[in-house]
């Protein structure tokens, strides 16, 4: 029988994390160069087509077909069999098209996380390519092994929004892009800053769907992640800015919001899974980490442009351990006890797993770029990187020049 309340947060939930990749969008839109800002606006909003026609086509079945615990996950059979999709029903009591419909969402936004790695460097088509075989070849593989019922699901490995799925992989998948493009060379400082604070108020925002809607229904552990999201985004923005404004000299505004991002990365594969308290400490350490991340990846001269590795990448895999010595069943019988209360073995495979998984998603990525690069150019030209690609690529403009 339909949890009526269940069904109401889901699709709130969903449209939630839907709103995330516009919200990516302005955020690295903002980020850029005045002629670059379409680009790379483009690279998230066409995620939500292509991505939209491979979940109908076969994403949502690779996913979660066959494994332990999976739900129905050929649609195309249950049509055969003369079962209908608004009978049936995820374990939560909510539609099961509401679950396909949510479970969308993150495979949407996850690959476009990617783009403000290799920003301003690479052509529409060949990211078209890569967009659709990474999710065949990285994203898909991993919901099944970790959501879907598979392999890492049945060794006990945890990941509550997407600290292994989303975060460690895109972001290891940035790096590896950005070996491959090389650096820039024309650089632009951000050009418009309230363009990024308004994407920073989207994605937080619409974390609150990504984390606690990730329960799948509404109960103690939704409002402790909602409420755990929350916390860890606004102790690792404060500690940035500290962090930056003892460095510096001045507050600077993006870093607050870089922070905050950062600790949202972070907080979610722990975030139904851990206290309040040790999502401070999250918080704090994401804040520090991924800070350094970013110093560090700048004294080697990754040109990872938006900083996709050092926020997503660090945090998501930061997140995955810290899981692993937080975690707790007193907040969450579903859940597992970590380090901290005697959970060695939990610790090393959610350590061991997150290492793995961002290795592959590094490694693929790489190959897979040198591979599309075979068959077409993959990098854009010197000559329409200084032209900027809004005109080189698209022959769209962001701002009109001389128009008030």
């Known amino acids: 029988m339909i949890n009526q309340a269940n069904t109401a947060f889901m699709l709130i939930a969903t449209s939630l994390v839907m709103l995330m990749t516009p919200g990516l969008a302005f955020f690295y839109g903002g980020l850029v160069g005045r002629k670059n800002v379409l680009a790379i606006m483009f690279q998230s909003f066409v995620s939500m087509s292509i991505t939209t026609v491979i979940w109908f086509a076969v994403g949502y079945s690779l996913c979660f077909s066959g494994g332990e615990g999976a739900i129905i996950g050929n649609l195309n059979h249950a049509f055969m069999?003369?079962?209908?999709?608004?009978?049936?029903?995820?374990?939560?009591n909510i539609p099961l098209l509401v679950f396909i419909a949510y479970q969308m969402m993150f495979a949407i936004i996850t690959p476009a996380l990617i783009t403000g790695a290799f920003a301003n460097r690479v052509r529409f088509g060949p990211y078209v390519i890569f967009l659709v075989v990474w999710l065949l070849f990285v994203y898909?593989?991993?919901?099944?092994?970790?959501?879907?019922?598979?392999l890492l699901a049945q060794m006990g490995v945890l990941d509550f929004a997407g600290g292994i799925v989303v975060h460690t992989s895109a972001g290891m998948a940035a790096l590896a892009s950005v070996v491959f493009v090389g650096k820039r060379k024309v650089f632009s400082l951000p050009h418009n800053l309230p363009l990024v604070a308004i994407g920073t108020g989207l994605l937080w925002f619409g974390w609150y769907g990504f984390n606690a809607g990730s329960e799948l229904g509404v109960d103690s552990v939704t409002a402790l992640a909602f409420l755990n999201t929350d916390v860890a985004a606004s102790f690792a923005g404060f500690v940035w800015l500290i962090i930056d404004w003892i460095r510096n000299g001045k507050a600077k505004f993006l870093?607050?919001?870089t922070g905050a991002v950062a600790g949202l990365a972070t907080i979610t594969p722990a975030a139904g899974y851990v206290t309040t308290g040790s999502s401070v400490i999250i918080g704090c350490l994401a804040g520090t980490i991924c800070y350094l991340a970013v110093e560090m990846k700048n004294k080697l001269q990754w040109d990872d442009a938006l900083d996709v590795w050092g926020v997503h990448g660090v945090g998501g895999i930061l997140g995955t351990i810290l899981l692993g010595v937080f975690a707790t069943t007193a907040v969450n019988s579903a859940g597992a006890n970590g380090l901290l209360l005697g959970g060695g073995s939990f610790f090393l495979k959610q350590t061991l797993v997150v290492i793995a998984v961002g290795a592959y998603a590094f490694v693929f990525s790489l190959i897979a770029l040198k591979v599309i690069n075979i068959f077409t150019r993959v990098k854009v030209s010197e000559e329409e990187e200084r032209e900027g690609l809004?005109?080189?690529?698209h022959g769209e403009v962001a701002y009109e020049e001389g128009v008030n």
């Open 81 to 92: 069999m003369g079962i209908k999709p608004s009978d049936m029903l995820q374990a939560d």
């Open 140 to 150: 898909f593989p991993l919901v099944h092994m970790i959501w879907g019922g598979g």
């Open 390 to 393: 809004d005109i080189a690529l």
């Open 255 to 257: 870093g607050l919001l």
